[in-house]
């Protein structure tokens, strides 16, 4: 069956450490995978898009690695703070030639100070 | 970035009623929209993609008649939730992308529907 999964259990880290978010899927085939933040209430926040022939991807303190051999996504937000607080999902597209997004549960991380 | 709204943001209706939700685009022409659901503590559930002027694409298990969708403009899509339950309670969110492909979307702030 297709699945799409992620770290389940909320992830707290110290500030200023590297916070790695895991991203794995089961019988889908992305030509690319997004990730977003999302607050408690609020939509989703577009902040990173990588592509199936890409290996990773960076923007400031984000980096978003893609292996689609091994089917999964890391994403990492180094010298975390606190406001990065938040649930983060990833978001597999470019499925069967569509356009549509298939999301992932999420990851809730809470940097603590 | 580009700013995508909803309207309302909360909505309390009782059994039976409908429900229209507004999505709008207002800085840029949406080519797509794309209409959510998520449940507390679940993932977004897509239930269609729109593009405007033509009819919605509804994801498999999400009843057409029920969640009846129209995006007459390219600013602007809606969502009626027709003879509303309380299991259609739920967190509504929509999305929307200037160009269709591969990019990324913009998502509203969400729709609370709370079916008494």
């Known amino acids: 069956s297709q699945k799409i999964e992620q770290n389940s259990e909320a992830l707290n880290i110290q500030e200023g450490k590297t916070a790695t978010l895991t991203c794995n899927y089961t019988n889908y085939s992305p030509a690319y995978l997004q990730w977003y933040r999302q607050d408690p209430g609020r939509g989703p926040v577009f902040l990173l898009l990588i592509r199936e022939n890409e290996k990773e991807k960076r923007k400031e303190r984000l980096k978003v690695t893609f292996d689609t051999t091994l089917k999964q996504s890391l994403f990492h937000i180094t010298a975390s703070q606190p406001a990065d607080s938040a649930t983060y999902l990833c978001a597999l597209g470019g499925l069967s030639g569509t356009y549509k997004y298939i999301f992932g549960t999420g990851t809730r991380l809470k940097v603590l100070a | 970035g580009a700013v995508v709204s909803q309207h309302p943001s909360r909505v309390i209706c009782k059994s039976g009623t409908s429900v229209k939700i507004e999505c709008r685009s207002l800085?840029?022409?949406?080519?797509?929209m794309f209409w959510y659901r998520q449940f507390p503590k679940q993932s977004l559930m897509l239930m269609a993609t729109s593009n405007e002027g033509s009819k919605a694409t509804y994801e498999q298990g999400v009843e057409k008649d029920k969640f009846l969708i129209n995006h007459a403009s390219l600013t602007l899509s809606t969502l009626t939730v027709t003879s509303a339950h309380p299991e259609d309670s739920s967190f509504y969110i929509c999305?929307?992308?200037?160009?269709?492909?591969?990019?990324?979307?913009?998502f509203g702030p969400g729709t609370r529907l709370t079916v008494l």
């Open positions: 999305s929307a992308q200037w160009r269709t492909g591969v990019n990324e979307q913009f």
């Open positions: 800085d840029f022409q949406a080519t797509t």
